[in-house]
């Protein structure tokens, strides 16, 4: 694993952070790694599948990277942040119900206009079939002499998984230095699922590392068994890169609390994020975390000591400002 090639771009290690007001409002034990500050613009969980990512692009000789997602994609903004950092151009290919009239530049969006990404703006329909669609530009690109680099959706493959390993190696080091107190494992280590690709590295990394008994995954678009089988082949590209890493963590997808659409968070789910922010100062996003952190406080029976990876998201937070009027 060490040997793979790797560009240190994340702030780490991130801080561990627990809050006794948190405790009481989930009602469990909850260790939260604030993976949400790996980084400046770039922050979140894509920066760290990124470093092995970039630095198997930057091997290849890429001198351009293309990546997809949705309009407020955190991951397509942490590649063209990174991107524009190491001086290679990006693409974007960004999912968005009319692409005749595009979204404003706000949140995500915006950052990506900043540091100069392109962006495509596909229809749903179209991104159903993004590897195509990237690999057709790619193929364009090579012919005017350019190196593509495509990264899938979410920065999700096997490569982009070792970094969710990686990050639980850091979790046992903290642990190991006593920066938990006395906690030595977790009942759970508990996320955000969008693409797969962390679900793939934390089961991994818990069980190389100890560090959980299981992994519980909170899907936000696509259902647990479609995600399950994601997961599944992630984890089947890792072990073909690193072949001795163990069998994962046993873990499993919910998809009860994904709200009414992707993107979209519920008027309950809402509050939630304002009350946790109002009493720990821990700031939630509504795509991603919010919606995570508030399905294990649903969860029953609840694990007792969690550790939950806070994945980042804040400019998808900013970027809904409107949607949040009633609750503030
Ligand atoms: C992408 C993302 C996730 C989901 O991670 P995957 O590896 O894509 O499943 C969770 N939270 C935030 C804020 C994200 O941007």
Redesign the pocket.
Known sequence: MNRLPRIRFAHTPTPLFHHPELDRLIGAEVWVKRDDMTSGAAA???IRKLELLLGHARQQGATVLLTCGGAQS??ARATAVLAAELGLRSVLFLRTSDPTSPPADRGNLLLDRMVGATVHFVTPQQYRDNLALMASAAQTLVEQGQHPYVIPE?G?NGRGAIGYVLAMQEVREQLDLGLAGDVREFDAVV?????????AGVALGAARCQLAREVIAMAVCQDSATFSGIVARIVDEAHELVPTLPPPAPWRIIDDWRGPAYGVASEEQRRFIVTVARHTGLLL?P???GKALFALRQLSPRPRRVLFVH???LP?LLAQASDFAGEL
């Not at 996320?191 to 679900?199: I, L, P, Q, R, V």
């Open positions: 979140g969980n894509k955190n991951h979410g999700s996320h955000a699922c969008g693409s797969g690709g962390t679900a996003d795509v991603y975390t994945t980042g998201g998808g």
